[in-house]
């Protein structure tokens, strides 16, 4: 299904990847939890949350980019190395800590009194991850976002319970365990690797404090030895130990990052936040900034009524009860006649305000289906707007209420900042269904040929979001995504992920 607006061509804007024969853009894509004020693009590094190929909400990466040339003097490759020998010297008291848990666990199964203290040995293991997560942040140039805190909770059963159960204690408990003979092998093998390095480098400058050597044939020599007869003691042979140690250098540069990438990896998986509990956060969050929005529009719509739509028809009341007066005492009929054509206004107005307020709550047009939504929204759009639905979006069976009235939303929203901010000359939006069962989605597709430049605007101080920023929580509220593309210029294309059935 298409709707096109009378003063458009049924066509897409140009350069929109999703219409047949139009020209690419050429813009490289961005996806990011974003609303619009027209002013300024989002910054880069902002962390969005959760899909696709969208950064690891759990940490920011901070590490520089280092060439292969660069490796062995670059400060990340020295500061990675001082991780390696901070695990060293943390390594034994770690290890020990971590088999003292899982033993005093196991030791005090029989004394149920112990288990408590066992649990707080557990938690314990959060401070341990609070110091490797900071000591991966100087040094490792990751930034691991800190797990949910421990709650103690009240009763003795339940603080038993939830402290020989405390999963982040337990990761952080494993951490210690397993990064111990990480610790070693990857100290040793570092070091070996920088000191044969440096030593094969600089041989040509100490090798003549070394002690003379016997040869076979009985000749004497002073340098290191490979063998019992070769020795490097000859400007040429001196040559090549200096390339054969600047190539080792290099290769210890990508030992030791080796390594410390494995550190960094661990120090995500087990100490920062799971994939799940961040999700699991985040509606919480975003639950409860959809229960504010409903409680600030239920106050906003009883404002409205209050002094609007109640004082008219208070004055209504007042106006018929004044004509009603006039009749009953004999008075001109004209005046009374002027009093119930006042009234009669007054009445109509109080319509039309009813009307735009049940429109904000739920459009009417959806009594028809999203499709025929749409096309209403598209015919009453100041700009040029093309909509194509896909048939097999509702081909089996109306979407959920709920899903219907945000993807409404959704497009008003973004068509209005088209018109306000964008300065674009046309719209195009596209509807479809992805996959099948409870696991469709409905994804929404809005290009303007704007001049982009799209950014998130954070709440304010009194938590007062302006633009799209309520538009994304009610998303985020279904478990939806809202992602968007908007380099300086233009074009600007949002999409949206819906689940079909809540």
């Not at 103690?152 to 159960?165: A, D, K, P, V």
């Not at 009453?380 to 069976?397: I, K």
């Amino acid at each position: 299904m298409t709707a096109v607006t009378p003063d458009q061509p049924s066509v897409a804007p140009a350069g929109d990847p999703a219409t047949p024969g139009a020209p690419s853009t050429g813009a490289a894509p961005g996806p990011r939890t974003v609303t619009r004020d027209g002013t300024a693009p989002a910054a880069p590094g902002d962390v969005a949350a959760f899909t696709g190929s969208r950064p690891d909400p759990r940490y920011v990466d901070h590490r520089e980019r280092v060439s292969f040339v660069r490796a062995p003097f670059a400060a990340r490759t020295w500061r990675e190395y001082g991780y390696l020998w901070l695990a060293i010297l943390l390594a034994p008291f770690a290890f020990t800590y971590g088999v003292f848990s899982v033993t005093f666990l196991v030791a005090m199964l029989v004394p149920v009194l112990g288990l408590v203290l066992a649990g707080w040995v557990v938690v314990g293991g959060r401070g341990w991850g609070s110091m490797y997560r900071s000591i991966a942040r100087s040094t490792l140039g990751v930034d691991v976002a800190a797990p949910a805190p421990y709650v103690r909770r009240t009763g003795f059963w339940s603080t038993l319970w939830h402290g020989i159960g405390d999963g982040t204690g337990w990761r952080a408990v494993l951490f210690l365990l397993v990064t111990f003979p990480l610790a070693i092998v990857g100290f040793v093998a570092s070091t070996v690797f920088l000191a044969v390095g440096l030593g094969g480098t600089t041989h040509w400058i100490w090798s003549r404090w070394l002690p003379l050597q016997q040869a076979s044939d009985g000749s004497w020599h002073r340098g290191a030895s490979f063998g019992a007869d070769w020795f490097v003691d000859t400007p040429v042979r001196q040559l090549a130990l200096v390339l054969a140690g600047l190539v080792v250098l290099w290769l210890w540069a990508q030992v030791t990052r080796g390594f410390a990438h494995l550190f960094r990896v661990l120090t995500v998986a087990l100490l920062g936040p799971t994939l799940s509990s961040l999700r699991v956060a985040d509606l919480e969050e975003s639950r409860g900034r959809t229960v504010e929005d409903a409680d600030a529009k239920l106050r906003r719509i009883e404002r409205d009524l209050h002094d609007g739509t109640q004082a008219r028809l208070v004055a209504v009341a007042m106006q018929l009860g004044e004509a009603k007066e006039q009749l009953a005492s004999g008075g001109d009929p004209v005046d009374a006649l002027e009093l119930v054509d006042l009234a009669h206004s007054s009445t109509k107005e109080a319509l039309v305000e009813l009307r735009e307020l049940a429109r904000g709550i739920h459009p009417p047009a959806l009594d028809n289906g999203l499709a025929v939504a749409l096309e209403t929204l598209a015919a009453r759009s100041p700009l040029p707007v093309t909509v194509d639905v896909d048939p097999a979006v509702e081909a089996s069976g109306r979407l959920a209420p709920a899903v219907e009235s945000i993807a409404y939303f959704c497009v008003a929203e973004l068509v209005t900042n088209a018109v306000k901010h964008a300065r674009a000359t046309g719209v195009y939006v596209l509807v479809e269904r992805q996959g099948s069962g409870r696991g469709a989605r409905l994804r929404l597709r809005v290009r303007d040929d704007g001049q982009g430049g799209a950014r998130v605007v954070q709440p304010g101080e009194d938590g007062h979001r302006s633009g799209l920023a309520g538009l994304a929580e009610r998303v985020r509220s279904v478990d939806g995504t809202l992602d968007l593309t908007s380099p300086v210029g233009g074009p600007t294309v949002v999409t949206v992920l819906l689940p079909v059935r809540v």
